[in-house]
């Protein structure tokens, strides 16, 4: 780019629904990398999955999530888009505030509505300041002042950007935001020809217990299918929405998700996504979601009507490292939380996030929270990765 362009003065507009933002311009910032085929390295922050959560009424009116969606401008040239939401409570968001909220309102403030840059009810890495290619620095920059003015205009408590990159998180503490590091456990493919090999890599005993626990898992009576494209059809849908009421009445209350959502998904979507299903006597019992990126596949979804030994870690886990492993990806992201992933070859990792705060005493206190986090943080990382499943020397026993 020119340095007139770079010279153009930008204009940052909010948004409340992303069908006045032209796809084509949201996606020339958020996945540039498709525009001549293939897959987006982030699946979510595409203009068709953020739309979809819009128009199925999983976020908008009534769900704590209010679109207000940052568009910056310059020379009458979109240059970067952010998926901005007014959010009314901390749910559906796995960076987790409460403390925070409950802390600032027993001291007399009011901690809601909030900010929060990020991709509703989805605990993965991605680029949240999206950006045209060539427009990074000035990009962010302009994101990051037009969404802490717009909260500072409107009186609110605070502006967070969950689960960025390490790269915007370096660049946003360089713009006085505050950053956090939390953790998740990721399986990174070592350029693995198959199970096996991954397996290969692992400790005897490890190998035994993931060797047993595939061999239960498919003992439970019927088959497994691994479904995308249009091998997914609408009555895999119906079965689905099924584990995903209960799981969710289970773990939030309600599900996040409404049952329009899956219809979009179906006619949108399906490209995007890997659904493994667990059938036995002609009907689906369980099933896991997972979403397909460029270089990861991002687990997101699983729920049961049947109970089978191993059969979660078979569909949600051992299957998402097969399919890496034959599409050639780099990482599997199976979502929040569950140090019982160690065990199964998904290891610690850094997982980050900005955060700011308008009351100077109240992020004083936050600043010093993190610091201590982070220590805590990387300490825990260190011991999990050591006692990780993997082989500690290249000579054991025989199993």
């Known amino acids: 780019m020119d340095d007139g362009a770079q010279n153009e003065p930008i204009e940052v507009t909010a948004h409340a629904s992303l069908a006045d933002i032209p796809a084509e311009d949201w996606d020339a910032c958020a996945c540039p990398e498709a525009a001549s085929g293939g897959r987006p390295i982030d699946p979510f922050t595409t203009h068709r999955f953020l739309s979809a959560l819009e128009e199925s009424g999983s976020v908008g009116p009534g769900t704590g999530w209010e679109p207000r969606h ?11 888009v952010a998926p901005l939401y007014a959010k009314g409570h901390s749910q559906g968001e796995y960076i987790f505030d409460h403390n925070w909220a409950h802390a600032y309102e027993r001291a007399g403030g009011r901690y809601y509505p909030k900010f929060q840059i990020a991709v509703p009810f989805t605990p993965a890495t991605g680029r949240r300041l999206l950006v045209r290619p060539g427009e990074e620095l000035r990009g962010r920059a302009a994101l990051v002042q037009g969404a802490v003015q717009l909260a500072a205009d409107n009186g609110l408590s605070s502006v967070h950007v969950t689960f960025c990159t390490e790269e915007e998180a370096a660049a946003g503490e360089k713009m006085g935001l505050m950053r956090r590091v939390t953790e998740q456990f990721h399986w990174q493919n070592r350029g693995y020809a198959d199970f096996d090999a991954f397996l290969a890599d692992l400790s005897s005993r490890k190998r035994k217990t993931i060797r047993k626990e595939r061999r239960q898992a498919n003992e439970f009576g019927g088959e497994i299918e691994m479904l995308t494209g249009d091998a997914i059809r609408p009555r895999h849908w ?16 309600r599900p996040y998700l409404t049952r329009a959502f899956f219809d979009l998904a179906q006619e949108r979507l399906r490209d995007d996504i890997l659904l493994v299903m667990a059938r036995r006597e002609g009907g689906h019992v369980a099933g896991a979601m997972n979403l397909i990126g460029r270089d990861t596949l991002f687990g997101r979804y699983w729920g049961c009507v049947e109970h089978h030994p ?11 490292i097969d399919f890496a492993i034959a599409e050639g990806l780099s990482r599997v992201e199976a979502g929040a939380q569950g140090e019982h992933k160690l065990a199964r070859g998904y290891l610690p990792c850094e997982v980050h996030s900005l955060h700011w705060i308008a009351d100077p005493g109240f992020a004083d206190a936050v600043a010093r929270y993190l610091e201590a986090e982070r220590r805590a943080v990387t300490q825990d990382i260190e011991v999990l990765t050591a006692y990780g499943p993997f082989r500690k020397a290249d000579v054991e026993e025989p199993e």
Not at 70 to 75: E, K, N
């Open 310 to 320: 191993c059969l979660h870690f078979e569909a949600c886990y051992y299957r998402a």
């Open 238 to 253: 119906d079965a689905f929405w099924r584990f995903y009421q209960d799981t969710g009445a289970r773990k939030w209350g």
């Open 70 to 80: 940052l568009v910056a401008r310059s020379g009458g040239r979109v240059i970067a």
